[in-house]
């Protein structure tokens, strides 16, 4: 017997190499293992940010007497959710059917042909709180196993039917329009948190692909309930403890209502998505604090994540050491009590920081702690008292032991942070953040991307997984690189967003037989065949790998009139009018992308000459180069990109480039540079003028 984990890539994985379980990765020798011993795999599925997955590996997988049981009558497997989420989303599926709730740990028992037949989560070393024990939920499969085969297989049978009867037969029938997306609105007025922001109870997660929606709701129809939403709940979120009040970013989500406890640890792919959705709001209205959060998110990204290679870290734990205690707990690096506060700051900035940062005798936590927030009721304070003792705070802490980090890179999150990176870089005077961006998309290039453009899920240390890319993957990464196409001007990016949805409509959308127009799976054609093929158009913490590819379909399509990639982005979003009405809060992203059909999206080109007066050549980013030729291509590319108009397309160069099909038969108008809008096969006049192209786009003065 041998743990098979020390030579795997997966953080998580290899945190249990050194249990006394005979861990197998997923693989077909585990289960023919499983078939040459007769006796059921034990799927073991968690990622290593889950406070709850670590604290079951201490109770039970570091535990000998549970190990030995565990590696005498089963085949142990243990999987990383975020390298496979196939794997993933097939087994939680069951689990969900099965026990009408779900969540990591993940504890699922399968035959040799991958069959379950009987699930869980979570189990404690000892019964607790109606739960039995670890030890008895394996000495009863153990049992059944042995005693009633019949049984166990007739459910793993019953199982694995009901799940195939659950694929979608077809995304749905045609776009969805003016009345889908006002239900939508109306389904999200109903469940919004008017006192706290946000949708529903505790525990409450940011809504970070409704409040895109509803941002492009408001861009394309003015509605200002909608704005209203999403700029308080944005406010309630970054005043809250679920934002790092010190450090930037956020938590993976709020144990409360009102946003004050968090989970603490701090995901990628979240503060990718927030970072962006702040922009935005900037962008439509202007907030200082939208403006803050955006900038000192990305910040957090590029300061915790980003990896030795360019890409970014997937997570922070939510667990670090506790100097007075030596145990590992919860949150233990973000919490103060005031004794701390005074002991860094002294009385008087204590007592102040006390109160600024709502840090109380009682505590907000666990054991008189207090979690960080920005409560309202302090009134005018000094700025830059604030800002001092924020930053005494923050080196004070960075003295603390740190969360591990999970420093596998992910291609999926990586696509999103590169479209917040780039986004936020150029709006915000931030080249450095673009440059950031831009070696992140190189590094999908060159260690993700196979000569066929094929996708590796994950990379680590400079290494590519073995794990092959999904949906999301494709689609996300292709995301990234549309924004970065539309902020640097470099046509490269387009063409690689190309290869990777050229591979989406040859290998996710479904063939002939396999369902309706418009129908999309999580797994390519020739991917390993699991007991279901995964496929959700719903949107979780993500956006779906369905919605997505929608999106970037969508806007491939508006750069170079692929009247191809265009039929399956509104074939797609026939699943958003069937869900949209009915589950806005699940279909965020997909209302998002329906805004901008319905909008067009509008197809922007910025051409101007090739240098600038003097010379010189500036981009929108505040770079020394880059698609503008001279301060007025500068100023009309950045309007175009601060365009409230839902999911504009924008691609700028010189004129006469082939950069982009947008720039083709687009001159300088009287030997200026001009911006050329286009929208439903109809375009305006180029313009010179900035206050026009603003005028056209729904831009503001930013």
Same mark, same amino acid.
């Given at each position: 017997?041998?743990?098979?984990?020390?030579?795997? !890539?997966?953080?998580?994985?290899?945190?249990?190499?050194?249990?006394?379980?005979?861990?197998?990765?997923?693989?077909?020798?585990?289960?023919?293992?499983?078939?040459?011993?007769?006796?059921?795999?034990?799927?073991?599925?968690?990622?290593?940010?889950?406070?709850?997955?670590?604290?079951?590996?201490?109770?039970? /997988?570091?535990?000998?007497?549970?190990?030995?049981?565990?590696?005498?009558?089963?085949?142990?497997?243990?999987?990383?959710?975020?390298?496979?989420? +196939?794997?993933?989303?097939?087994?939680?599926?069951?689990?969900?059917?099965?026990?009408?709730?779900?969540?990591?740990?993940?504890?699922?028992?399968?035959?040799?042909?991958?069959?379950?037949?009987?699930?869980?989560?979570?189990?404690?070393?000892?019964?607790?709180?109606?739960?039995?024990? #670890?030890?008895?939920?394996?000495?009863?499969?153990?049992?059944?196993?042995?005693?009633?085969?019949?049984?166990?297989?007739?459910?793993?049978? =019953?199982?694995?039917?009901?799940?195939?009867?659950?694929?979608?037969?077809?995304?749905?029938?045609?776009?969805?329009?003016?009345?889908?997306?006002?239900? %939508?609105?109306?389904?999200?007025?109903?469940?919004?948190?008017? =006192?706290?922001?946000?949708?529903?109870?505790?525990?409450?997660?940011?809504?970070?692909?409704?409040?895109?929606?509803?941002?492009?709701?408001?861009?394309?129809?003015?509605?200002?309930?909608?704005?209203?939403?999403?700029?308080?709940?944005?406010?309630?979120?970054? =005043?809250?403890?679920?934002?790092?009040?010190?450090?930037?970013?956020?938590?993976?989500?709020?144990?409360?209502?009102?946003?004050?406890?968090?989970? &603490?640890?701090?995901?990628?792919?979240?503060? @990718?998505?927030?970072?962006?959705?702040?922009?935005?709001?900037?962008?439509?209205?202007?907030?200082?604090?939208?403006?803050?959060?955006?900038?000192?998110?990305?910040?957090?990204?590029?300061?915790?994540?980003?990896?030795?290679?360019?890409?970014? %870290?997937?997570?922070?734990?939510?667990?670090?050491?506790?100097?007075?205690?030596?145990?590992?707990?919860?949150?233990?690096?973000?919490?103060?009590?005031?004794?701390?506060?005074?002991?860094?700051?002294?009385? @008087?900035?204590?007592?102040?920081?006390?109160?600024?940062?709502?840090?109380?005798?009682?505590? !907000? /936590?666990?054991?008189?702690?207090?979690?960080?927030?920005?409560?309202?009721?302090?009134?005018?304070?000094?700025?830059?008292?604030?800002?001092?003792?924020?930053?005494?705070?923050?080196?004070?802490?960075?003295?603390?032991?740190?969360?591990?980090?999970?420093?596998?890179?992910?291609? *999926?999150?990586?696509?999103?942070?590169?479209?917040?990176?780039?986004?936020?870089?150029?709006? &915000?005077?931030?080249?450095?953040?673009?440059?950031?961006?831009?070696?992140?998309?190189?590094?999908?290039?060159?260690?993700?991307?196979?000569?066929?453009?094929?996708?590796?899920?994950?990379?680590?240390?400079?290494?590519?997984?073995?794990?092959?890319?999904?949906?999301?993957?494709?689609? +996300?990464?292709?995301?990234? #690189?549309?924004?970065?196409?539309?902020?640097?001007?470099?046509?490269?990016?387009?063409?690689?967003?190309?290869?990777?949805?050229?591979?989406?409509?040859?290998?996710?959308?479904?063939?002939?037989?396999?369902?309706?127009?418009?129908?999309?799976?999580?797994? $390519?054609?020739?991917?390993?065949?699991?007991?279901?093929?995964?496929?959700?158009?719903?949107?979780?913490?993500?956006?779906?790998?369905?919605?997505?590819?929608?999106?970037?379909?969508?806007?491939?399509?508006?750069?170079?009139?692929?009247?191809?990639?265009?039929? *399956?982005?509104?074939?797609?979003?026939?699943?958003?009018?069937?869900?949209?009405?009915?589950?806005?809060?699940?279909?965020?992203?997909?209302?998002?992308?329906?805004?901008?059909?319905?909008?067009?999206?509008?197809?922007?080109?910025?051409?101007?000459?090739?240098?600038?007066?003097?010379?010189?050549?500036?981009?929108? +980013?505040?770079?020394?180069?880059?698609? @503008?030729?001279?301060?007025?291509?500068?100023?009309?590319? =950045?309007?175009?990109?601060?365009?409230?108009?839902?999911?504009?397309?924008?691609?700028?160069?010189?004129?006469?480039?082939?950069?982009?099909?947008?720039?083709?038969?687009?001159?300088?108008?009287?030997?200026?540079? $001009?911006?050329?809008?286009?929208?439903?096969?109809?375009?305006?006049?180029?313009? !010179?003028?900035?206050?026009?192209?603003?005028?056209?786009?729904?831009?503001?003065?930013?």
């Amino acid at each position: 017997m041998v743990n098979r984990l020390a030579h795997e !890539t997966s953080p998580y994985l290899l945190q249990h190499a050194d249990n006394p379980v005979d861990w197998w990765p997923w693989s077909p020798e585990a289960f023919a293992a499983a078939r040459k011993r007769d006796v059921p795999v034990l799927l073991s599925v968690g990622y290593s940010s889950c406070h709850w997955c670590h604290v079951m590996a201490h109770e039970s /997988f570091e535990d000998p007497t549970t190990a030995t049981y565990m590696n005498r009558h089963f085949v142990n497997i243990k999987v990383d959710r975020e390298e496979r989420p +196939d794997v993933d989303a097939v087994y939680m599926e069951a689990v969900q059917a099965a026990t009408g709730h779900g969540g990591w740990p993940m504890t699922v028992f399968l035959n040799a042909d991958g069959e379950p037949f009987y699930f869980g989560t979570y189990f404690p070393p000892a019964p607790r709180q109606g739960m039995p024990s #670890f030890p008895q939920v394996l000495e009863g499969v153990t049992s059944a196993w042995t005693e009633r085969r019949d049984e166990v297989t007739e459910v793993a049978g =019953r199982i694995v039917g009901e799940l195939a009867g659950r694929s979608l037969a077809q995304g749905g029938d045609g776009v969805p329009g003016d009345e889908e997306l006002a239900q %939508a609105l109306l389904g999200l007025t109903r469940e919004y948190d008017e =006192r706290r922001g946000g949708f529903g109870g505790a525990p409450k997660f940011p809504p970070s692909m409704v409040l895109e929606f509803l941002l492009r709701h408001h861009g394309r129809t003015g509605a200002e309930g909608a704005l209203q939403m999403a700029a308080d709940t944005c406010e309630a979120m970054a =005043r809250g403890g679920i934002y790092d009040q010190l450090g930037g970013g956020f938590a993976r989500y709020s144990v409360d209502r009102e946003w004050v406890v968090p989970h &603490f640890e701090k995901m990628l792919y979240d503060n @990718a998505l927030l970072c962006r959705v702040y922009a935005h709001l900037w962008r439509a209205t202007g907030s200082d604090l939208a403006r803050r959060v955006a900038v000192e998110t990305a910040d957090f990204m590029v300061r915790e994540l980003r990896t030795a290679e360019g890409g970014f %870290a997937s997570a922070l734990d939510a667990d670090s050491e506790d100097p007075a205690s030596g145990k590992h707990v919860e949150g233990a690096f973000y919490v103060w009590t005031p004794e701390q506060l005074r002991d860094v700051l002294g009385d @008087a900035d204590g007592e102040f920081a006390a109160r600024y940062f709502g840090v109380t005798e009682e505590g !907000t /936590f666990e054991e008189g702690a207090s979690v960080l927030q920005l409560p309202l009721g302090e009134g005018v304070v000094d700025a830059g008292k604030v800002e001092g003792v924020r930053r005494r705070l923050l080196d004070a802490r960075d003295e603390r032991p740190r969360p591990g980090r999970d420093d596998k890179i992910v291609a *999926a999150w990586n696509g999103l942070a590169i479209a917040a990176l780039a986004e936020t870089g150029a709006y &915000f005077d931030r080249p450095d953040l673009v440059e950031r961006a831009t070696e992140a998309a190189d590094l999908l290039v060159r260690l993700h991307m196979d000569d066929a453009a094929r996708l590796a899920r994950t990379s680590r240390d400079g290494t590519a997984g073995a794990n092959a890319g999904v949906l999301e993957d494709y689609a +996300d990464v292709a995301e990234g #690189f549309l924004a970065l196409a539309g902020v640097t001007g470099e046509g490269a990016w387009l063409e690689f967003a190309g290869f990777l949805l050229d591979i989406v409509l040859d290998q996710f959308v479904a063939r002939d037989g396999e369902g309706g127009r418009g129908t999309l799976y999580d797994t $390519a054609h020739d991917a390993e065949r699991l007991i279901r093929r995964p496929q959700d158009p719903t949107d979780n913490a993500t956006p779906s790998g369905w919605t997505a590819a929608a999106g970037a379909l969508l806007s491939y399509a508006a750069h170079t009139g692929s009247a191809r990639h265009r039929a *399956a982005a509104e074939g797609a979003l026939g699943v958003v009018k069937a869900l949209g009405p009915r589950a806005p809060r699940f279909i965020g992203w997909g209302l998002a992308v329906a805004e901008a059909v319905l909008d067009g999206p509008r197809e922007i080109a910025v051409v101007g000459p090739s240098s600038g007066p003097d010379g010189s050549s500036s981009g929108p +980013d505040g770079s020394s180069s880059g698609p @503008a030729g001279d301060a007025r291509t500068a100023e009309l590319h =950045r309007t175009a990109l601060l365009a409230t108009a839902p999911g504009a397309v924008v691609a700028a160069g010189t004129a006469g480039s082939d950069e982009f099909p947008l720039l083709a038969d687009r001159p300088l108008v009287a030997g200026q540079a $001009a911006a050329y809008v286009c929208r439903h096969f109809v375009c305006a006049a180029p313009t !010179t003028e900035v206050a026009a192209l603003k005028g056209e786009l729904g831009a503001f003065d930013r």
